[in-house]
């Protein structure tokens, strides 16, 4: 490269051109024609208004206008790295899933962390979720396990998440806050959603607000299914547990980071893949059978419930390490699309109703966001550790379509790939009966013991720091009868907790204990 500069008239530089050196590639518009000038748009007269012709500026111009793509709905702004998967138990006797066939095997990964509620460019350290997506690149496809840093979930029925989303998401009129918690709309959705309270003693604890992505946990929230290959299935949840251990920050430490540093968390990420401290997290499954789920004082298909570990340990079965930063973060990072019906063979749903609506939303938000269903062709989605062979064709942005004349099956010419009867995925055959209804089980109306279970296992300075977080995020509601119905849940939850918090926040009396723990009678309406 030759950097050039020209005199200005006070004797200083007055224009930088940089212009190519034998062997070096050219600039060119994206139709290939080398560029000349790219300081300059192309005038009449030196003085003169620039012409229209200028296909070289119209080139540039039109492509940067274009160049933003809608944020994620959810979980908008976010990290992403490489990484590998590496099973250390054989898993064969209770699934086929491809990277549990055999010890050692290994398996690509793309991973991406984030928030749940802020926009693109808000900053780490808000109270909130963290998301955890991993896309196993398998032998047999890809599969998405899209779990969060926190085992339960807010709410029961995917019916619920807009609302929930729309609560959760700065106040239309105003536009703020951007944080998850701290607001009107929140708190009064929340105290309106009794099946929340689990999450919220979560929420409030230390675990929302993580000293980095590489000291979280994980978890796929759901129950899923195993299948081995003779069809026999049993339950699963999927945990990720962190080798650097689990730390959070103090709120105070938090209010200051985001200050001085808003991208905290990524660059702590950055920095420990770039200087080869790789982090490294055990995947450990809870396995269980109908029998158990059976006696299981809660239902197994409830978002807002865990299995304690006491009742079924959880088992590590193999190792991530993230070990390579992305080298283009809108390449993988924004363009990144996980979603919870990626499954493979041996990986299978339950009826859990949170996860069933899920299956449907990540495709249907994708083809908006990434604005053509041909996102599975990008580096950061296609399959990478099988081929993919099938007989769709154009849309926007297609490349590569298939060659020839037969883009159909059956086809009598005998060309393109078939049905695999033995090595493809089949639905586990779960028996499935009942009259259609718009109902909630009865199995899913305790909000609050395994809340209070929560709390009670907080060590006392945990205790504190929740209280505490209420307290705070309560305080900056402006309706009382909110604060109010907040701590009368609480007084479900644990007595103390909800004096301590009634009192922090200056009420003038304890509120009645909530009475909404079981179905409303709207909720039971056919
Ligand atoms: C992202 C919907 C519940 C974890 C998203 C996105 C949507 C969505 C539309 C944006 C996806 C994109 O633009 O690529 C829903 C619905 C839910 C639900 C409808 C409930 C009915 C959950 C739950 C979890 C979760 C329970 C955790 C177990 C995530 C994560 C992301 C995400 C981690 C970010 C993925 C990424 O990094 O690209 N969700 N979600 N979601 N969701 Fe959910």
Not at 194 to 218: A, K, L
Request: hydrophobic share 35%; with cysteine; glycine share 8%.
């Amino acid at each position: 490269i030759n950097t050039q500069l020209q005199n200005g008239t006070d004797g200083g530089p007055a224009e930088v051109h940089q212009t190519v050196a034998a062997g070096a590639d050219a600039l060119t518009t994206s139709q290939g024609v080398k560029i000349s000038d790219n300081q300059n748009s192309l005038k009449a007269g030196v003085q003169g208004p620039t012409l229209l012709e200028d296909f070289v500026l119209r080139d540039k111009i039109f492509h940067f206008d274009h160049e933003r793509i809608p944020e994620r709905v959810v979980h908008a702004r976010g990290f992403g790295a490489h990484g590998t998967f590496e099973c250390t138990r054989d898993l064969s006797q209770i699934t086929r899933a491809a990277p549990f066939q055999k010890v050692g095997k290994l398996t690509e990964t793309f991973v991406r962390f984030s928030t749940v509620a802020g926009s693109k460019g808000s900053m780490d350290l808000a109270r909130d979720v963290r998301g955890f997506a991993v896309k196993f690149y398998t032998d047999e496809g890809n599969w998405d396990l899209v779990g969060n840093n926190i085992p339960v979930f807010f709410i029961q029925d995917a019916m619920k998440f807009p609302d929930l989303v729309h609560a959760v998401k700065p106040e239309p009129d105003r536009g703020f806050p951007q944080a998850q918690s701290a607001h009107d709309t929140f708190w009064d959705y929340i105290s309106l959603t009794p099946e929340s309270m689990h999450m919220v003693m979560w929420q409030m604890s230390d675990r929302t607000i993580p000293r980095s992505f590489r000291t979280m946990e994980g978890f796929g929230v759901h129950t899923f299914r195993l299948v081995n290959a003779a069809g026999e299935s049993q339950f699963v949840k999927f945990h990720w547990k962190p080798r650097q251990g689990l730390q959070s920050v103090l709120w105070d430490e938090a209010v200051k980071i985001n200050g001085a540093d808003p991208d905290h968390h990524r660059r702590d990420l950055w920095e420990a893949l770039t200087t080869g401290d790789h982090p490294q997290w055990d995947l450990c499954l809870q396995v269980f059978d109908q029998a158990f789920a059976d006696s299981f004082d809660f239902d197994i298909l409830d978002a807002t419930k865990l299995i304690p570990e006491e009742l079924i340990p959880a088992e590590p079965v193999g190792t991530l390490t993230l070990d390579r930063a992305v080298d283009n973060f809108f390449e993988f990072t924004e363009q990144v699309a996980f979603c919870t019906q990626n499954v493979i063979p041996g990986i299978d749903f339950s009826d859990d109703p949170l996860l069933q609506g899920r299956n449907f939303s990540y495709l249907d938000t994708q083809l908006k966001r990434l604005g053509s269903t041909n996102f599975t062709q990008l580096e950061v989605n296609r399959p990478r550790g099988c081929p993919m062979h099938n007989f769709q064709q154009d849309g926007h942005m297609r490349k590569g379509n298939r060659k020839g004349q037969v883009m159909y099956e059956p086809n009598g010419f005998e060309v393109g790939p078939r049905e695999d009867p033995l090595q493809g995925y089949v639905s586990y055959a779960a028996p499935v009966e009942g009259a259609k209804v718009r109902i909630r089980a009865e199995s899913f109306a305790d909000h609050y013991s395994q809340a209070r279970q929560f709390y009670l296992s907080q060590t006392p300075v945990e205790q504190t720091h929740l209280r505490d977080a209420l307290v705070f995020e309560l305080s900056k509601c402006e309706h009382t009868r909110i604060r109010a119905a907040m701590v009368g849940h609480l007084r479900n939850i644990d007595e103390d907790l909800a004096s301590g918090v009634a009192s922090g926040l200056g009420l003038p009396e304890l509120p009645p204990p909530a009475t909404a723990a079981r179905p409303t009678r709207q909720d039971l309406v056919l």
